[in-house]
């Protein structure tokens, strides 16, 4: 398997086009993996398309290279959100590597009242970006997920949302679980979704306000068995028995 890189999405990416990688692409292209004259990469946009293609010339500062195939995905039918709380900041580059690897299409940042994680200069936008990126370089994904500012609560998204948005909210105290179970009565919902949007609260749990909210928006909850999981763990856990269970794999 070939390596990844990522370009500016306003690139043009077509068969024999010559190209040339620059900044922090080129430094690991050519300092960091030492790939050599003749070599084969991937690069990608980040909006679905994947290129293979030969280096021509390289050095400390850029790395020239010539396309010589493409592969373009398709956007996803259900795209998967999660809704996530602030976990501590060691915990936070983990958590955002696993909900990149587990197929998440876009992560809202949540400040829920019990976070016991804050925003600095260790669990800022700019290092969220960075992990997402470098997420997207390892597991060879041809789309970056978006990443959306944080919020102090998730009222708003609850008000605006439509009916082809499912919203499911993670709590340890639900009666149901999320797995297979569900697709009985669920197959409706999920062949008429646009969207699924996943809430995972932090490692003290929902509030009694949030749980009030969650209530009377009519959101579902719903747990993952008997283990109580981290929070920073708990995200990609259900994207996964979520896509298992709704035959949403990707």
Known sequence: MLSLYLIDSSVALEPGAH???????????????????DERIWISNG?????????EGIDRRHVDVVIEDLVVSQKPRVELRVIQAL?????AHECVELLVAAGVDEIQPWRAERSIGKRDRDNSPEKWREWVNAAVKQTRRDRIPGLQ???????SALA???ESEIFLALHEEATETLD???????????????????IIGPEGGLSERELTLL????VDQLRLGTPILRSAHAG??????LQASFGLWR
């Open 180 to 198: 297979s179970g569900l697709l009985p009565r669920w197959k409706k919902r999920i062949d008429g979704a646009t969207s699924i949007t996943l």
């Open 149 to 155: 500012s944080l919020v102090d609560d998730f009222s």
């Open 87 to 91: 976990t501590k900041s060691d915990r």
């Open 47 to 55: 909006q679905g398309i994947r290129a293979t293609a030969r280096i």
């Open 215 to 218: 209530n009377e928006a009519g």
């Open 160 to 162: 605006s949302r439509s």
């Open 19 to 37: 190209l040339r990688i620059e900044g922090d692409e080129a430094h690991h292209i050519s300092r960091v993996a030492r790939h050599r004259i």
């Open 236 to 241: 990609a856990i259900a994207l996964t028995s």
